[in-house]
């Protein structure tokens, strides 16, 4: 049982972010090194804020419940703005790295697009935070122990699982806004991303309460999905397109 948890949480966790790796990014080098670049950013990110935390842990009352807490909120919500801070900073970075690819090309054009580097850059800040939120998590499920055993939720690994997937989607899809929103200078799309990154965040405090948590947290995703379809260049009219021609192709087959 437990072997079984461990890859149907595994597969629910990673599953859709290996697939578009593997159709999308794994044939470009280009975009392979922009991904693991993300995910070493993110990685950055996380260093300094558990150093941050650390020391706040250090130089307080441990005994202190009430204290700690807080202390636990402060780390998650200065973790959440470090991390806008490094995508900002990683933005900046490949916004220079495009230019020199494009002076340096025959036709003064760069083989990627800004667009294409958002979706990359933010798939690798997904997968990496996955991987850190998951990988411990998934090690207990191969046991020992069962879990719900002394009055604990039943559905612990389940839904650590949907939440990972989750977070890795609203990454990519927050990385796509949030290059749209500095790219057309739009600050106020740079903060409602923050915003939305505070909000799904904080609504992990709310476990073991998964039905207060969870749902919002898909709302958020489907909605930002809608957001990042939209300023990636999706239309109606491209997904009126797509279904017409698979409707001919079902019809002619």
Request: a neutral charge.
């Amino acid at each position: 049982m437990t072997v079984a948890v461990f890859f149907g949480c595994a597969f629910i966790a990673f599953g859709p972010a290996f697939s578009l790796f593997i159709f999308t990014i794994v044939k470009d080098p280009l975009r392979v090194i922009i991904l693991i670049a993300g995910a070493f950013f993110w990685l950055l990110s996380l260093l300094l804020s558990s150093l941050v935390w650390f020391i706040a842990m250090k130089a307080s009352n441990n005994e202190d419940v009430r204290l700690q807490r807080g202390l636990l909120i402060f780390g998650v919500m200065f973790s959440v703005i470090l991390q806008e801070v490094f995508r900002f900073a990683y933005y900046r970075l490949l916004r220079k790295a495009n230019e020199g690819l494009a002076a340096i090309s025959e036709d003064d054009h760069s083989t990627i697009s800004v667009g294409q580097m958002a979706y990359v850059a933010g798939l690798g800040f997904g997968i990496m935070s996955g991987a850190f939120s998951m990988i411990n998590i998934l090690a207990d499920s191969l046991g020992p122990g069962t879990v719900g055993l002394f009055g604990d939720s039943q559905y612990y690994f389940i839904t650590s699982a949907c939440m990972t997937l989750a977070m890795t989607l609203l990454h990519t899809f927050w990385g796509v806004v949030f290059f749209d929103g500095c790219e057309r200078k739009r600050w106020w799309v740079i903060a409602v991303v923050v915003c939305l990154h505070l909000v799904v965040s904080g609504l992990s405090f709310l476990n073991p309460f998964y039905v207060g948590s969870l749902p919002p947290v898909y709302v958020i995703t489907a909605l930002m999905a809608v957001w990042a379809f939209f300023s990636s260049g999706g239309s109606l009219q491209n997904l009126t397109h797509i279904w017409t021609c698979r409707r001919n192709n079902m019809d002619s087959s």
